[in-house]
């Protein structure tokens, strides 16, 4: 998991009120006027998070570039108190979570060199919607969280733990290791998503953009599986693809527990 630069900021009202309910901000601008920014004014200020009322000229340079809706947020530095724990040690701990407090098999995304970050935002949006545990994706030549992918995750980057390793493909060995299968999404794979066995313990790899999984990824996986498309198609965006991904795990996994016996 990525330490948090002082003055990191979000923007979007389902972001910005994710992330107040994480109690993850340190202040708040806004401009007057709209009854859901008041009422989420009015949630800081109850949290004792100081509130700024102000233009959108002033938004707008707070957030250059980014379609705010009237409400830009700073974050405290360092995620949710972890500022020093190595990203492996962060994803061991996630594991070890996932087993103690829910009893279900992990679940995670890995994105191989995922770089535009309203991608990264959909992608998280969907894992968290799918119910997994955790988005993996290397710190080198691949999208962080900027406060654009915050807005498009609509508050799934304060809920699911985003975790930047520096080593890709031995990350995904060394959960290989801890008992998850490494299934990689490949437009050219042998075995169709939907005739493959996702209910375990799983990490789902998707590519980048345009290029799709890198060599030493796709030597890891366990398995490739490909979305059957029709019209003569070759490939998704890889937001959809994570989504389509994601919720086969889900159904899979869903059917499982409606098929288990009663004890």
């Given at each position: ?5 002082q ?122 919607a ?62 169709s ?71």
């Amino acid at each position: 998991m990525s330490r948090r630069r002082q003055g990191e900021r979000v923007i979007g009202i389902h972001a910005v009120r994710a992330a107040l309910h994480a109690r993850e901000l340190e202040v708040l601008w806004l401009a007057p006027g709209n009854p859901r920014l008041q009422a989420l004014a009015q949630e800081a200020q109850q949290a004792g998070i100081p509130v700024h009322q102000t233009t959108r000229e002033e938004l707008d340079r707070l957030a250059p570039g980014q379609r705010h809706q009237g409400v830009v947020a700073q974050l405290r530095a360092g995620p949710r108190g972890e500022t020093d724990v190595p990203p492996e040690r962060v994803l061991e701990q996630v594991l070890e979570e996932v087993r103690e407090q829910t009893g279900e098999p992990p679940l995670l995304l890995v994105l191989d060199g995922v770089q535009d970050p309203h991608n990264l935002g959909a992608c998280l949006r969907s894992a968290a919607a799918a119910g997994a545990h955790a988005v993996v994706a290397p710190k080198d030549r691949a999208a962080g969280l900027t406060p654009a992918a915050r807005k498009v995750a609509c508050g799934a980057a304060e809920r699911l733990p985003f975790i930047q390793v520096t080593n890709l493909a031995r990350t995904l060995r060394r959960l290989k290791a801890a008992g998850l299968w490494v299934a990689g999404a490949d437009a050219a794979a042998p075995q169709s998503l939907f005739e493959a066995d996702l209910g375990g313990p799983l990490a789902l790899v998707l590519g980048g953009e345009g290029k799709g999984l890198r060599r030493l990824t796709r030597e890891c996986c366990d398995l490739l599986v490909g979305i059957p498309m029709a019209g003569g198609m070759e490939s998704l965006n890889v937001s959809v693809a994570a989504g389509i991904c994601l919720f086969e795990v889900r159904r899979q996994r869903l059917q499982q527990g409606s098929n288990a016996s009663p004890a």
